[in-house]
């Protein structure tokens, strides 16, 4: 399990301008809705946005902390 | 990474339109992504094929280094990689996904134009 704030903190490390929003989707800090926007996601296609979000994630995936994220992304403005 | 399993996949990918990467089978899903998937693609109408990689870990592995994606069900079409439902579903709602399928296999999806009489 991961606590909310340090999947914002994750994301932000790598977008700093990154707007998160995060739902733990079964109470049990490991199944979550994220949605990220961000400006660095201009000019990405959708499957390219999500892996950068994924790829910020990486570590907190490998290590089991997260098991499941249902994701959207949106451009910043 | 395993070369043995890079070749697998790309193999595997090569010879399907449509190839689904979940836990379970089409017929006994084991996940409920998986599951919503399976269901996703037969709503289109074309033929797909789901690969069960639920306890082969170094397949998983591979699969998620060589696509930058950690979490199942992975979808690749005509050997490009799309991710899951959380991105095929807007490129459907946009229309995209309907044109990058009808390419794929050179005709509509046969649910769209078998004629019954």
């Known amino acids: 399990m991961i606590a909310t704030d340090a999947i914002v903190a994750l994301i932000r490390e790598t977008m700093p301008d990154a707007d998160v929003t995060v739902f733990d989707r079964t109470g049990t800090m490991d199944h979550f809705n994220i949605g990220v926007t961000s400006s660095a996601f201009a000019g990405k296609t959708l499957i390219q946005q999500h892996q950068m979000v994924y790829r910020a994630l990486k570590a907190a995936h490998s290590d089991g902390r997260i098991h499941a994220i249902e994701l959207t992304t949106t451009v910043a403005e | ?117």
Not at chain 2, 52 to 62: C, G, I, S, T, Y
Not at chain 2, 71 to 88: E, S
Request: a negative charge; one cysteine or more.
């Open chain 2, 1 to 117: 990474m395993s070369e043995q399993f890079k070749q697998e996949i790309e193999a595997e990918v090569g010879a399907n339109k449509i190839l689904v990467y979940g836990k379970g089978t089409k017929d006994a899903p084991r996940c409920g992504f998986t599951l919503e998937t399976i269901q996703f693609f037969n709503n289109f109408g074309y033929p797909f094929e789901v690969v069960d990689v639920l306890e082969n870990m170094p397949k998983r592995e591979a699969l998620s280094q060589m696509t930058d994606w950690p979490t199942l069900p992975k979808v690749f079409i005509d050997g490009t990689f799309y991710g899951d439902t959380d991105v095929l579903g807007p490129m459907a709602e946009k229309g995209e996904l309907q044109t990058i399928l009808k390419n794929a296999f050179g005709s509509e999806a046969p649910k769209t134009t078998i004629n019954l009489h």
